[in-house]
């Protein structure tokens, strides 16, 4: 099914346009690695996760890890279907405005 071209203002902001481009490619990724990824604070890329879950863009999760010895969680971060068609479509009108 072909994508349409659809500018969205909630990915078009650049840390989230990079959350999302990070996350289309993948199942998921964990909160540290995106942060890493992106040079952003834990506080920052709450905000951001924050709109893009309210969107219904990503789902974040938590669970345990088998490789660490403590009982902390590790929150993982995914792109949802409506959050990959928002991504597609922002991207494909990005391409249309650059094409001319």
């Given at each position: 099914?072909?994508?349409e071209a659809r500018p969205d203002e909630i990915?078009?902001?650049?840390?989230?346009?990079?959350?999302?481009?990070?996350?289309?490619?993948?199942?998921?990724?964990?909160?540290?690695?995106?942060?890493?990824?992106?040079?952003?604070?834990?506080?920052?890329?709450?905000?951001?996760?924050?709109?893009?879950?309210?969107?219904?863009?990503?789902?974040?999760?938590?669970?345990?890890?088998?490789?660490r010895g403590d009982r902390r969680q590790i929150?993982?971060?995914?792109?949802?279907?409506?959050?990959?068609?928002?991504?597609?479509?922002?991207?494909?009108?990005?391409?249309?405005?650059?094409?001319?």
């Open positions: 099914m072909p994508v990915v078009h902001n650049i840390v989230r346009l990079r959350i999302c481009g990070l996350l289309r490619p993948v199942e998921a990724l964990t909160f540290a690695a995106l942060g890493e990824t992106l040079g952003l604070s834990k506080p920052a890329l709450s905000k951001h996760l924050r709109v893009l879950t309210d969107a219904g863009y990503t789902t974040m999760t938590r669970s345990a890890s088998d490789e929150t993982w971060v995914r792109l949802t279907r409506d959050g990959r068609r928002a991504f597609d479509g922002h991207v494909a009108a990005l391409r249309e405005i650059t094409a001319t």
